[in-house]
């Protein structure tokens, strides 16, 4: 091989690289944006922010922005750049996650979109510490998706799928307590139903930061660990295979 | 070229044809599968059937059986024919519908779960007009979107896209009603819930069914129209773009 086109291989390879890890960036920014729609909806909820409220349901906008503009650079990518192997699997993981940061987005809104209905109806609501408990922990399960992504962190990733376990279970919990509520006091009914959809989001947002850890084991081992039962992952496995 | 090439190369072509329609018909499969989930689970809950309700439960894992093997194809043709234009739409276009599909089947699952609370509980519920209502007419939108993407048809996949909206003030108009059961008759908060949760399923089913035809949009015109809203949406450049 000429020297030319040698330096020529680099080059290109270097400029792959190089746009592969803006993928990640670019990923990473759209996580720290929708964490924040997350963060932004349960403080309106909790302070009876009203404008807070608007403002987060308003950004969703961005959020979708987000997606498309990333989705499109994935697109070019793998068109441009017919990657393989691993670096194939990074795309179609940014690709598919950004559907589930979307969605989480959409769950942030539809919490800002109850807290709204709350506040002005100028409800005290019941079950606002199951909210409060429940939202840092998919947060925290979120949050720690995203480094895992970042990271290539499978140990941390897979910490990620077994937590989801435990958020169902305080979700159901908190269910429970809610409708017991209902039928002590009918007048709480339509707040109650306001605070029962906003856990169902919280819930919801906990299966995609759930879905966002298993991308993370496909990506650095090539498994794809979707719909398998956590009990049943042979964690051991996972981190052995190459 | 040399004739030996030339068969070679239209050999190869043909085998890759024949790959993309598979991906098509095995998406068809699953859309197939999906929709007879729904019409079970529904009807489970209208005729208080439990087997066919738990029949439907069970049979969730081969829905998530079918995008998994789904993807994995997807994902080979990727990384062996690396598809340009119209075809990597197509096959991007695939896995993000296997993604809805399976989010449609975990709403179909939902569904004959709350149907089958409800038959143990024995509670003859109110609102069951309205979940056969909606339920027929998010499987036309699913029976559409399918149809669209089979036949790449844009003017069948824009009309699936404005249905969507008349599930949407279906659904809160249902949703109203049964918040009048409840504050009516507090005995009947727990049945009712069942209710809500099946008439949200059914809303989740149609977004689904609108992203799949706005997949269509994409891979036939190669435009992204997701997050546009359906009013802003002219059509007639859609219909015109090449």
Same mark, same amino acid.
């Given at each position: 091989?000429?020297?030319?086109?040698?330096?020529?291989?680099?080059?290109?390879?270097?400029? %792959?690289?190089?746009?592969?890890?803006?993928?990640?960036?670019?990923?990473?920014?759209?996580?720290?944006?929708?964490?924040?729609?997350?963060?932004?909806?349960?403080?309106?909820?909790?302070?009876?922010? @009203? =404008?807070?409220?608007? =403002?987060?349901?308003?950004?969703?906008?961005?959020?979708?922005?987000?997606?498309?503009?990333?989705?499109?650079?994935?697109?070019?990518?793998?068109?441009?750049?017919? +990657?393989?192997? @691993?670096?194939?699997?990074?795309?179609?993981?940014?690709?598919?996650?950004?559907?589930?940061?979307?969605?989480?987005?959409?769950?942030?809104?539809?919490?800002?979109?109850?807290? $709204? @209905?709350?506040?002005?109806?100028?409800?005290?609501?019941?079950?606002?510490?199951?909210?409060?408990?429940?939202?840092?922990?998919?947060?925290?399960?979120?949050?720690?998706? $995203?480094?895992? %992504?970042?990271? %290539?962190?499978?140990?941390?990733?897979?910490?990620?799928?077994?937590?989801?376990?435990?958020?169902?279970?305080?979700?159901?919990?908190?269910?429970? @307590?809610?409708?017991? %509520?209902?039928?002590?006091? +009918? =007048?709480?009914?339509? +707040?109650?139903?306001?605070?029962?959809?906003?856990?169902?989001? $919280?819930?919801?947002?906990?299966?995609?930061?759930?879905?966002?850890?298993?991308?993370?084991?496909?990506?650095?081992?090539?498994?794809?660990?979707?719909?398998?039962? +956590?009990?049943?992952?042979?964690?051991?496995?996972?981190? =052995?295979?190459?």
């Amino acid at each position: 091989m000429d020297i030319t086109s040698d330096t020529h291989s680099q080059h290109i390879s270097r400029q %792959f690289n190089q746009e592969l890890e803006e993928l990640k960036t670019h990923l990473m920014a759209m996580g720290g944006l929708v964490e924040q729609q997350i963060q932004e909806a349960v403080s309106a909820l909790l302070e009876g922010d @009203s =404008r807070l409220a608007e =403002r987060v349901r308003d950004n969703d906008k961005a959020v979708n922005d987000m997606q498309l503009k990333i989705d499109d650079e994935c697109t070019r990518v793998l068109a441009r750049r017919q +990657p393989a192997a @691993s670096d194939l699997r990074l795309v179609l993981a940014v690709i598919r996650a950004t559907s589930d940061l979307e969605r989480i987005g959409d769950e942030a809104s539809k919490i800002a979109r109850n807290a $709204l @209905s709350l506040i002005e109806a100028n409800q005290g609501a019941k079950g606002v510490v199951e909210v409060r408990h429940i939202s840092e922990h998919v947060r925290k399960m979120l949050r720690d998706a $995203l480094t895992a %992504f970042a990271r %290539f962190d499978i140990e941390l990733a897979l910490e990620v799928v077994h937590e989801d376990d435990s958020v169902d279970s305080e979700y159901a919990s908190a269910m429970r @307590s809610l409708m017991t %509520f209902m039928m002590e006091d +009918p =007048r709480a009914i339509s +707040p109650v139903l306001n605070v029962m959809w906003i856990l169902r989001a $919280l819930e919801r947002i906990g299966d995609h930061a759930n879905n966002l850890a298993e991308y993370v084991v496909y990506l650095v081992k090539g498994l794809d660990i979707r719909h398998v039962d +956590p009990e049943e992952l042979d964690e051991a496995a996972i981190k =052995r295979q190459d």
